[in-house]
């Protein structure tokens, strides 16, 4: 029997699920490097503790982010997710990185169980999920199966590169890319000073609605973009505050005026964009008057920016902070304040 995954976030207004290379964050070969002496290692999680008894060879990975780890490891997974955006339904920086691999691709509606017990994989790396502790009982008697240690769909890329190499017996290693990636960040905002200090709101909006998703400081995707030295809106600080628990909330179009901010990303599916700028309140927002506007709405910057990793970061963040950039620069031009 197949359990589904509940990963909408908000029915109309706020669906998660969606649907320049850095020489530090280089590929790494297919061989693991880790010391089988290192194991049996015990992980504690979100639900307690998983014990992996030996040198892990078959690893399945769920929900987001997982695979990314694992690949810049040095470790490619027998499975993982299916991206429907894309063709090959993987994403574009794996997919140069799998050579003549061809991991098995699983629904990321659904937790199948018997899709992932015909793997018969060795761990199961299921970090930025929502699963419960059912799911994960469940999943645990497939194979060892490592959880969440923050919070359903709250993990950050660092959170799940550290626990994949901890997984591996590579945890120094982990660190390492954690180092470097952040060293990339840190690179793009010493080389982008007219981001620094500037509000922003990253959100989504979905044609039909009368309302935008807006993401907290928590979230991976926002939590990334601060390190830019880009700055989260009091009012939607309040708000994270008031939701305390949850990575994001909808904003009526109506409510639109009461949030001062310099710039807003937002992320569409096919038609969304379009539909978006035919509303006559979403026009007057003045991020969106004044050019502070960035919309993505192709699948590469979508995921980019989406999910943030050690490999995406690299491969794709630097076009993504021109963007933000030439907004901000129009936006200072305009001399509309918001």
Not at 220 to 231: N, S, W
């Amino acid at each position: 029997m197949k359990k589904r995954e509940n990963i909408d976030y908000n029915r109309r207004g706020f669906v998660l699920s969606a649907a320049m290379t850095m020489g530090a964050v280089a590929y790494m070969p297919k061989v693991a490097f880790a010391d089988s002496k290192l194991f049996p290692v015990s992980i504690s999680h979100h639900f307690g503790e998983t014990t992996i008894n030996e040198l892990p060879k078959r690893i399945v990975t769920l929900g987001w982010g997982g695979e990314d780890a694992l690949i810049a490891l040095g470790t490619i997974p027998v499975g993982m997710p299916r991206y429907e955006q894309f063709d090959s339904g993987i994403l574009p920086w794996i997919e140069e990185r799998l050579g003549a691999e061809k991991p098995v691709l699983l629904s990321q509606s659904i937790i199948d169980f018997e899709a992932i017990a015909v793997l018969k994989p060795d761990i199961i790396l299921a970090v930025r999920t929502n699963i419960t502790s059912h799911d994960w009982k469940r999943l645990n008697s497939i194979a060892p199966t490592m959880a969440y240690r923050s919070g359903p769909l709250q993990a950050d890329w660092q959170e799940i590169t550290l626990l994949a190499g901890e997984c591996l017996g590579q945890a120094d290693q982990a660190k390492k890319l954690i180092a470097e990636t952040k060293k990339y960040l840190h690179q793009l905002y010493t080389q982008n000073p007219v981001l620094d200090g500037r509000t922003f709101i990253f959100g989504s909006y979905f044609p039909g609605s009368n309302a935008i998703g807006v993401y907290f400081p928590d979230d991976l995707r926002v939590a990334t973009l601060m390190e830019l030295g880009l700055k989260v809106p009091l009012q939607i600080q309040a708000l994270a505050t008031q939701n305390s628990g949850q990575i994001g909330t909808s904003i009526s179009f109506e409510k639109l005026e009461d949030i001062e901010t310099d710039l807003l990303i937002l992320w569409f599916p096919p038609g969304g964009k379009e539909d978006a700028e035919r509303q006559p309140l979403f026009q007057r927002f003045a991020p969106v008057q004044a050019g502070g506007f960035i919309a993505v709405d192709d699948p590469i910057s979508m995921w980019v920016t989406s999910n943030p990793s050690v490999l995406s970061i690299p491969y794709g963040y630097a076009a993504f902070i021109d963007l933000l950039v030439e907004a901000a620069e129009k936006s200072s031009a305009t001399g509309i304040v918001p």
